[in-house]
């Protein structure tokens, strides 16, 4: 384990104690409210019997969802932590789920072609080279899987609502890829003040996305800002419904692996 595992082990174990935002299995869904939880755009297709990897996607959210969709659902994260949440759901809604604790950075332990899809919510930008976790995707993707991800948009990594200045939400870190962006947790994340290692992220530059997927034999199918928030530019600037609006914070991709057939063989 390196530095990088070790300090986001610590950070969601932290993040669990104070029951943040994204640590909190969702005990509401059902099938109809699973769909539109995970596929609000409707790109997501019939999942019944597909094989899906949550990728660093622990807390008994997204891989609920999926189990109620009648996916055959594999959760893989860092946090142990996580994973409890994600054994808690399907323990509550009497579904499967295979846990499974380990870094998005080597997925050595599945064999290749194990899944149709991947689906990695925000993570990405927790390690500092997405094109070692894209590496490692296309290795357990099936040809024609689909790999689904959510990301900061590159542009604005870092830029919070507190930054506003009464003109503005100025930016202020290096357009760098890899540069390391650093913050503590909004308000919303938790309510609980109790000491929690800040954010640290790195920065993913748009071409180092964009090349990193081409490059790996994935091709783009959609990109859309991030979805999940609700942008409001009349709201009191400085809150976060007026930030969203004007600084739409993350992204969110679509690709299939589609590698040519002379490279099958090449793979583990």
């Not at 997204?62 to 959760?75: C, E, I, K, N, P």
């Not at 994935?218 to 009349?234: E, G, K, L, M, N």
Request: aromatic share 12%; net charge negative; proline share 7%.
């Amino acid at each position: 384990m390196d530095e990088i595992a070790g300090y986001n082990i610590q950070r969601w174990k932290a993040l669990v104690r104070v029951n943040a935002l994204f640590t909190r299995p969702d005990w509401t869904l059902d099938a109809a409210s699973a769909r539109a939880k995970l596929d609000p755009e409707r790109r997501l297709g019939e999942i019944v019997g597909k094989a899906v990897l949550c990728l660093a996607g622990g807390g008994g959210q997204q891989s609920a969802a999926f189990a109620l969709l009648g996916a055959r659902v594999t959760v893989l994260d860092l946090s142990e932590e996580q994973l409890q949440g994600d054994r808690q759901a399907a323990n509550h809604y009497k579904v499967s789920i295979q846990t499974q604790q380990g870094d998005m950075r080597d997925l050595s332990r599945f064999p290749a072609h194990s899944f149709d899809l991947v689906w990695q919510p925000y993570s990405l930008n927790f390690v500092p080279e997405a094109r070692q976790v894209f590496r490692e995707v296309a290795q357990v993707l099936r040809p024609g899987g689909r790999y689904q991800f959510s990301c900061a948009n590159p542009f604005v990594s870092g830029l919070m609502a507190s930054d506003w200045t009464g003109d503005g939400y100025p930016l202020k870190h290096p357009y760098q890829e890899g540069a390391v962006v650093s913050y503590p947790d909004p308000i919303w994340v938790a309510e609980s003040r109790e000491a929690v290692p800040w954010t640290r992220e790195y920065r993913h530059t748009l071409s180092a996305l964009i090349n990193g997927l081409i490059g790996q034999d994935f091709v783009i199918q959609h990109v859309s800002d991030y979805t999940d928030f609700h942008p409001d530019p009349a709201a009191t600037p400085g809150t976060w419904d007026h930030f969203t609006a004007i600084v739409p914070p993350w992204l969110n991709f679509w690709a299939a692996y589609q590698p040519p057939v002379s490279e099958l063989g090449n793979q583990r």
